[in-house]
């Protein structure tokens, strides 16, 4: 059915139907695009003698201007209107210029261009050769597009030979999967086969519908071949469903209008129709109506598999009338168009599996493996991943805890190494026990460049700034504390570096840092106040600024040294709870 009723899918030309012209303009005022779409305009509508001169025209100016490509184009039109032997030339002709081109068109484009020429003369075995031989080059090439157009048109041979649902899989694809390889002309093909694939295994209703949206599209068109053929094709449905007298109108009317656009589809349509008779059981219309399509086929000598059904038919038929002499004609008929078809039918059977299903199962199964591979390694990547993850934070987690141990230990000896302090010193001041150690009896040291009494007297204020914790104001900088006690930083910086064997900041950050760690002992409000308060009170502009310097002096960090405070402090009310009890009881 598939072979009969449709346009040979044209490949690679991009033009739509457009409305019948009744003469051709200068053609010299046309570029070659628009010069190929009015070729195919009068193509698609039988008008030969406009079609011949545009292609002889595109030739001749290819040729003139010595565009290698588009006289390949050239060649490419002029074929159409031949006969087979002529066409079969100026294809060789294309095949020939096109040989040294380099890009992805050809040769893929070529066996393509010859396949479609074979397949309208109805050598099907030269056409699926020559498709096989464009797909071939077409993928070595990565030419989606031939690619896509080579797998289409063996479809169509797959429809041919009955393979409809293997056939309906390319054009269901190729319909909703459009990616830009399709055009609008084309996109209307893969619906039209579509349809006649649905029609031959039955799925009338997902065919009704694909009818209905080709005809509103070639309606809103105006586009009357195509009206013919969803005519045909709505006609065919009707007599899927036994629909006999509808199928006939459509049927009938749609055979007048094909025979003046494309007499090998009105043959198929003479065949429907043939058969709508047959379900009316008016055998002398379906008898006449097959005599009719015996003589168009002799005409064109174009064969399709259901014409064994009419030979069939007319021989039976003469059979009951006892006509021996037009039996025996129909029988010689049946022979000659069976051992075509039967040659056709076993070579596509034969050559078809072996050399296009066999070799995609191949590359179907080489794909399957190779993904099942991809996802393997992906598989174990992953694991190697999530395991190189998973020691990692392990490592981490294990490095966290040894920190936290060590900063627990760190937080631990500072809270014992003051609270030794205040055993000792019971009645001592945070600003005492801070300021105990450095040498406030000791003589200043003699500081180079410096007077003597300069480092005396600068030595004091500094004592007096710890002493009344003037350290703990906010913006103090060493400009400022040396303002504040006139002297000059030069002076005031290198007395600090001499006696503290640090810098201004160091020394000020240890200041605030010893002062906190006794404090936080001291006092629990000063414990449960939020982290930005604390650095507030100790001078500092943000929390960061005083964590880091927290972290750097002590070794350890504000949260764990007030977490062992806690600690420390509920076990000595234990023990003392413990001591008050042993006391009582010994009482």
Known sequence: MMKSIFPLLILLFNHLVGAQTNKIDSLYEFKYPELKSKFYDYYDHNQV????????????????EKNVLEIAEGYNLTH????????????????????????????????????????????????????ILGLKYAKEQNDEKQTAYANMNIAYINSYIGKNKEAAKIFRYYLYNRNNITDDYQHNQMRIALISCYLEINKLDSANILIREGQASASANNNNYDLSLYSFLSGTNDLKLKKYDTAITKLSKVYDD?????????????????????????????????????????KTDITFPELRDVYAYLI???????????????????????KKLDEQFRYLSTELPKKYDTPNLLLEKENIINELKSKKLLFYTTIGI???????????????????????????DLINSIEERHKIHPETEVSEVINEEPPVQQEPKVVKNIPDEVVQAIFKELQDF??????????????????????????????????????????????????????????????????????????????????????????????????????????????LSHFQNFDVMDL
């Open 316 to 338: 039976d038929y003469y059979k009951e009338k006892n006509d021996k002499e037009k039996q025996l004609y129909y029988i010689d008929r049946f022979l000659k168009i069976d």
């Open 258 to 298: 094909l025979t003046k656009i494309n007499k090998n589809n009105a043959n198929f349509a003479l065949y429907s129709l043939g058969k709508a008779y047959d379900g009316l059981k008016n055998k002398e219309k379906v008898v006449e109506t097959y005599i009719k399509l015996d003589s168009n086929i002799q």
């Open 466 to 575: 710890e002493k009344n914790e003037h350290f703990l104001k906010k913006g103090i900088t060493l400009s400022s504390l040396a303002q504040s006690i006139n002297t000059n930083t030069a002076y005031l910086s290198e007395v600090i570096n001499s006696h503290k064997e640090k810098n201004f900041t160091a020394y000020l950050n240890e200041l605030r840092i010893d002062y906190a760690l006794e404090r936080l002992i001291e006092d629990k409000r000063f414990r449960s106040y939020k982290l930005a308060v604390i650095a507030d009170e100790l001078g500092y502009n943000n929390a960061q600024a005083f964590t880091a310097a927290f972290k750097k002096k002590t070794q350890t960090t504000l949260s764990t040294y007030i977490k062992e405070i806690e600690k420390q402090q509920i076990l000595n009310k234990v023990q």
């Open 386 to 412: 999530m395991a190189l993850l998973l020691l990692t934070l392990l490592f981490l987690y294990c490095k966290s805890r040894k920190a936290e141990i060590i900063h627990r230990k760190t937080a631990q």
């Open 49 to 64: 003698l406009q079609s011949e001169k545009i292609a002889k025209y595109y030739l001749q100016k290819a040729k003139k």
């Open 80 to 131: 159409f209107n031949k006969d087979f032997s002529t066409a079969l030339r100026y294809i060789d002709s294309l095949a020939v210029i096109t040989k040294d081109i380099n890009g992805n068109l050809y040769p893929a484009r070529t066996y393509l261009i010859k396949g479609n020429l074979y397949y309208k003369h109805d050598n099907l075995k030269a056409a699926l050769d020559n498709y």
